[in-house]
Nanobody, 128 residues
Framework: QVQLMESGGASVQAGGSLTLSCLTS????????MAWFRQTPGKEREGVAS?????????TYGDSAKGRFTVSYDNAKKTMALQMLSLEAEDTGVYFC????????????????????WGQGTQVAVSG
C-alpha cells in the first residue's frame, strides 16, 4: 500500500511562485502515473498535472497549468514535485497528489477516477 504526503502549500501574492512536494512511501511508485489535482469549493476535483514515473516520463498538463507549472518525479527521493510560477488567484485551492496502478493513455491521466491513492492535500492561497 502506498502513502502520499503533500507539503509546500502557502499563501502568496499573485505573480509569485511555489513548489509543492508529494512524498511517497510504502509500495513503489517508480513505474506508474502520479498526478496533482486541485479542489475548490463547489467544483469538481480538477487535474493540474500528471507524470508517468517510468521510462519516458510522459507529462500532461491541465489547460490552466500549461506554460506556468512543471511536474517532476525524483526516483531517489520518491517525491513528485509541482513547480508553480506566475501564480494567479484562480490557482487557489487544495492541491492533492495521487497515484494510479493503471497504465493509461496520457489524456486519461487527468481523470481523478483513474487514481487509487490520495494524499491529505495542501492549501494554496493566491491573493492580489
Amino acid at each position: 500500500q502506498v502513502q502520499l504526503m503533500e507539503s509546500g502549500g502557502a499563501s502568496v501574492q499573485a505573480g509569485g511562485s511555489l513548489t509543492l512536494s508529494c512524498l511517497t512511501s510504502g509500495t513503489s511508485t517508480d513505474t506508474t502515473y502520479m498526478a496533482w489535482f486541485r479542489q475548490t469549493p463547489g467544483k469538481e476535483r480538477e487535474g493540474v498535472a500528471s507524470i508517468f514515473t517510468g521510462r519516458g516520463r510522459t507529462k500532461t498538463y491541465g489547460d490552466s497549468a500549461k506554460g506556468r507549472f512543471t511536474v517532476s518525479y525524483d526516483n531517489a527521493k520518491k517525491t513528485m514535485a509541482l513547480q508553480m510560477l506566475s501564480l494567479e488567484a484562480e490557482d487557489t485551492g487544495v492541491y492533492f497528489c495521487a497515484t494510479s496502478t493503471r497504465i493509461m493513455p496520457a489524456h486519461a491521466s487527468m481523470d481523478p477516477t483513474a487514481y487509487v491513492a490520495w494524499g491529505q492535500g495542501t492549501q494554496v492561497a493566491v491573493s492580489g
